[in-house]
């Protein structure tokens, strides 16, 4: 039995996602409205017939994975090639302030966005090719016609690009606990749904642009 859905989701919100600052890989953990997010989410996933969920083990990600698991009946699996990019020493900043303390640096980031590396983190294409190898273990495990990944926004974005080319996956939104949903036709991926919402009936979300892209 062949994977043939693959169902991707970004956690919840956390202080860092309403201050706009950058998380990377660091520790911050949901907000009461992101975990209010993830039990809307929850509620979601139950009926759509999830066999297995692969998580970042990014703690907003992991505790939005917890949330989830009481609905599912078995336990996630963590795999941190599903993390965010790295941003290195830009963790924690705010887009104004990574431009205004280093100016150069983000010049670079602009001009060479996939193979800019940030000073002590990673470049676009490090993320790819960690994801890219996630995915296809993921593949390679077969739980079921349908499983579930949580992951973040360039990850996400990545992984779309490099499954489905010309889908400019980059332009597409993000949101906290959105839906994105890919499915295998003739061993081509296929995007369904993007940014589907529906599960928070109205709940604010955010949307968190990449590092180089515009708010």
């Known amino acids: 039995m062949a994977v043939k859905r693959v169902v991707l989701m970004r956690p919840g919100e956390t202080d860092w996602n309403k201050l706009g600052r950058f998380q990377g890989w660091v520790a911050i953990p949901l907000n009461e409205h992101g975990r209010l ?11 759509i017939g999830l066999r297995a969920l692969y998580t970042s083990d990014l703690r907003r990600a992991a505790e939005t994975a917890a ?4 609905r599912l009946h078995y336990a996630p699996t963590l795999e941190p090639r599903l993390r965010e990019r790295n941003v290195g020493i830009w963790q924690g900043l705010t ?7 280093y100016p150069d640096e983000y010049e670079h980031l602009v001009e060479d966005r996939e193979d800019f590396r940030v000073p002590d983190g990673e470049s676009r294409d490090d993320v790819r090719q960690r994801v890219v190898a996630a995915f296809n273990d993921i593949l390679a495990q077969d ?16 992984l779309l ?7 400019h996956a980059d332009t597409l939104s993000v949101s906290n606990t959105s839906v994105t949903t890919i499915v295998r036709e ?10 589907d919402l529906m599960h928070l009936e109205g709940l604010e979300t955010k949307i968190s642009p990449e590092i180089g892209e515009e708010q």
């Not at 887009?95 to 303390?101: L, S």
């Not at 690009?161 to 889908?167: D, F, S, T, V």
């Open 37 to 47: 997010q993830a039990k809307r989410l929850a509620n979601y996933v139950r009926h």
């Open 67 to 70: 949330i989830l698991e009481p």
């Open 95 to 101: 887009r104004d302030e990574i431009q205004a303390w």
């Open 143 to 158: 739980k079921g016609e349908t499983v579930g990944v949580i992951s973040h926004t360039t990850t996400i974005h990545t």
């Open 161 to 167: 690009n490099e499954l489905i080319p010309g889908a």
């Open 186 to 195: 003739d061993d081509r991926w296929k995007l369904v749904t993007s940014n």
